[in-house]
């Protein structure tokens, strides 16, 4: 992992799941690559791109950021479904995926509740 990015637990785990993740989407059928294949692994690489934009945000746009990063790891989780379903994975791939991405979703919940919203005389009245 590069110095450039944070090292708080879940960008570590959502470096290790996109480093797992994408390499195994090589293995799906090939007719699908442009589309349920790319939407998840788009999905999976927004949430880091929401991930690192929170934490470069303070108060309320940090929460939006989080909000955001729990809608995009909602996306995830039912492409994980669905890859699953069409047996594009096995049931250890398919359990050891959706581990990791509820790990995420665990660190993520965490982060927002710790997340601060300022009040402003604005917002009061």
Request: with cysteine.
């Amino acid at each position: 992992m590069s110095d450039a990015q944070p090292a708080m637990p879940i960008f570590v785990k959502c470096h290790a799941f996109l480093t797992w993740l994408i390499p195994l989407t090589n293995h799906f059928p090939k007719v699908h690559r442009h589309t349920v294949t790319q939407r998840l692994v788009n999905a999976a690489l927004d949430l880091q791109e929401r991930l690192l934009e929170a934490n470069s945000r303070r108060g309320q746009a940090r929460l939006d950021r989080l909000t955001e990063a729990d809608a995009t790891l909602d996306k995830v989780r039912h492409y994980w479904r669905l890859v699953y379903d069409w047996r594009w994975i096995t049931l250890g791939q398919y359990e050891h995926g959706s581990r990791l991405v509820a790990e995420l979703g665990r660190l993520l919940g965490a982060w927002r509740k710790k997340t601060p919203v300022s009040t402003s005389l604005a917002a009061m009245v």
